[in-house]
């Protein structure tokens, strides 16, 4: 098993073989939570148009959606694990657009298979990789608006790989390490708002998840998120 990590936007369009598209502070830690409380449905978008257009023509669907970290106008709600964790989600389908993470999913077009990855589900989707077996790995971290290095997605491709290639890794004092370096913006005063403290705990609440997030292609440029896994469970936690 030949197991690569790449950056970025462009990593996403070099990406081969089974693919996992990194997205820790927030975008696929929120959609493990939002699956954990009984999602129906999640589409990741890459483009706010495209977004915008799908909840004119659905108005029952919620829209998650941020530029810049902020929630955009038009949206529902922003790209907060914290924000969301009243909403009631059960059955629902959830339009997901954000400046990383889907645009991870729309530009892997080389990819066999596409799973979302984040510190919350590490350990499912590395126990998947490991009974599929594949031949090529890639491990994109797409970083700040998918073109600067964000340290926590770094670390979960990391954390992963050690996973499965057994080298050891102090994971949870490079956690600690991110309220310096990747994660400070949560402790701002100036920006709870938009980066409440509480995502931070959220986001790196390390193996919380059982299951594997694995996207589909349903017609050309139109995805689907979907829970797979040996455990599944829907909580309303």
């Given at each position: 098993?030949k197991?690569e990590?790449?950056?970025f936007?462009?990593g996403?369009?070099q990406?081969g073989?089974?693919?996992?598209i990194?997205?820790v502070f927030?975008?696929?830690?929120?959609?493990c939570f939002l699956?954990a409380?009984?999602?129906?449905a999640?589409?990741?978008?890459?483009?706010?148009?495209?977004?915008?257009?799908?909840?004119?023509?659905?108005?029952e669907?919620?829209?998650?959606?941020?530029?810049?970290?902020?929630?955009?106008?038009?949206?529902?709600y922003g790209?907060?694990?914290?924000q969301?964790?009243?909403?009631?989600?059960?059955?629902?389908?959830?339009i997901?657009?954000?400046?990383?993470g889907?645009?991870g999913?729309?530009?892997?077009?080389?990819?066999?298979e596409?799973l979302?990855?984040?510190?919350?589900?590490?350990?499912?989707?590395?126990?998947?990789?490991?009974?599929?077996?594949?031949e090529?790995v890639?491990l994109?971290?797409?970083?700040?608006g998918?073109?600067?290095?964000?340290?926590?997605?770094?670390?979960?491709?990391?954390?992963?790989?050690?996973?499965?290639t057994?080298?050891?890794?102090?994971?949870?004092?490079?956690?600690?390490s991110?309220?310096?370096?990747?994660?400070?913006?949560?402790?701002?005063?100036?920006?709870?708002?938009?980066?409440?403290?509480?995502d931070?705990?959220?986001?790196?609440d390390?193996?919380?998840f059982?299951?594997?997030?694995?996207?589909?292609?349903?017609a050309?440029?139109?995805?689907?998120s979907?829970?797979?896994?040996?455990d599944t469970?829907?909580?309303?936690?």
């Open positions: 098993m197991i990590i790449l950056e936007i462009e996403a369009r990406a073989g089974l693919t996992v990194i997205d927030r975008a696929f830690s929120l959609e699956f409380k009984g999602a129906g999640i589409y990741p978008v890459g483009s706010i148009e495209l977004a915008l257009d799908l909840k004119k023509r659905h108005p669907y919620l829209l998650i959606g941020e530029r810049g970290g902020a929630k955009y106008p038009g949206c529902d790209n907060s694990p914290f969301t964790k009243d909403v009631n989600v059960l059955g629902k389908t959830i997901h657009t954000t400046s990383a889907t645009q999913i729309v530009n892997a077009r080389h990819a066999d596409i979302t990855g984040s510190l919350v589900n590490a350990k499912a989707v590395s126990h998947y990789i490991q009974r599929r077996n594949p090529r890639s994109v971290c797409m970083g700040n998918g073109k600067w290095r964000a340290n926590e997605d770094v670390l979960c491709a990391r954390y992963i790989r050690s996973l499965l057994g080298e050891e890794i102090n994971l949870k004092a490079e956690i600690d991110l309220k310096r370096a990747g994660g400070e913006h949560f402790f701002k005063e100036d920006m709870q708002e938009i980066f409440p403290r509480e931070f705990a959220f986001c790196v390390y193996d919380r059982p299951f594997v997030i694995r996207v589909e292609e349903e050309p440029g139109c995805f689907r979907l829970v797979i896994g040996e469970w829907q909580s309303g936690e």
